[in-house]
């Protein structure tokens, strides 16, 4: 089972600023990586899938990179609805799997 | 516009069985584009795939739990349904049932599943 590996568990920050989210994966998934917000209450929404390529309606703020065993997801300009909980998962090799999440708070 | 909804009891008894079924509008079950998973959270903490199945009914299912799970399709109702038995405490979670074409890009809600005598 491929682990996936979310960094920082919170990060802290005010509207407006850049947020950087790290995902790593126990062994190479290629480019098969998504991410998703979740919000409190609310089914996770995707956001990126195959590393870098936005889900319909998704602003452009929402940017993914990477390859391999390193993805970043960046939001390039806070928002007051991007405060949540965010999670990558891969879908290289059975089971699909999801890294443990990052929660993006207000400082 | 694909929809989701997920239905079944709130509560199982340990050691009996969770039912729940995930009806589909606004597309099909049949679409050989799409497979259709289930995923679930505990309270509190992250995301579990349970597995999935294609409208042909073959199925995939995550070896954590695959001794203990059946995910079948009736296209004629246009519904995909979960069954896991001998379920303990350890299942209590909100189950979701998605549509996965490169990522699980529509979401049901999610039900609320609690287990206790």
């Known amino acids: 089972e491929i682990v996936l590996t979310q960094s920082p568990a919170t990060l802290s920050l005010s509207p407006g600023e850049r947020a950087t989210l790290s995902c790593r994966a126990s062994?190479?998934?290629?480019?098969?990586l998504a991410w998703y917000q979740q919000k409190p209450g609310q089914a996770p929404r995707l956001l990126i899938y195959?590393?870098?390529n936005r889900a319909t309606g998704i602003p452009a703020r929402f940017s993914g990179s990477g390859s391999g065993t390193d993805f970043t997801l960046t939001i390039s300009s806070l928002e007051p609805e991007d405060f949540a909980v965010y999670y990558c998962?891969?879908?290289?090799?059975?089971?699909?799997?999801f890294g443990q999440g990052t929660k993006v708070e207000v400082k | 516009q694909v929809q989701l909804q997920e239905s079944g009891p709130g509560l199982v008894k340990p050691s009996e069985t969770l039912s729940l079924t995930c009806t589909v509008s606004?597309?099909?079950?049949?679409?050989?584009?799409?497979?259709w998973s289930w995923i679930r959270q505990p309270p509190g903490k992250g995301l579990e795939w349970i597995g999935y199945?294609?409208?042909?009914?073959?199925?995939n299912y995550n070896p954590s739990l695959r001794s203990r799970v059946i995910i079948s399709v009736d296209t004629s109702k246009n519904q995909f349904s979960l069954k896991l038995s001998s379920v303990t405490a350890a299942d209590t979670a909100v189950y979701y049932c998605?549509?996965?074409?490169?990522?699980?890009?529509?979401w049901g809600q999610g039900t609320m599943v609690s287990v206790s005598s």
């Open positions: 062994q190479s998934v290629s480019s098969y």
């Open positions: 998962q891969q879908r290289s090799s059975w089971p699909w799997t």
């Open positions: 195959d590393a870098s």
């Open positions: 606004g597309g099909s079950v049949s679409s050989g584009s799409d497979y």
């Open positions: 998605a549509k996965d074409r490169r990522g699980f890009d529509v």
């Open positions: 199945i294609y409208y042909s009914g073959s199925t």
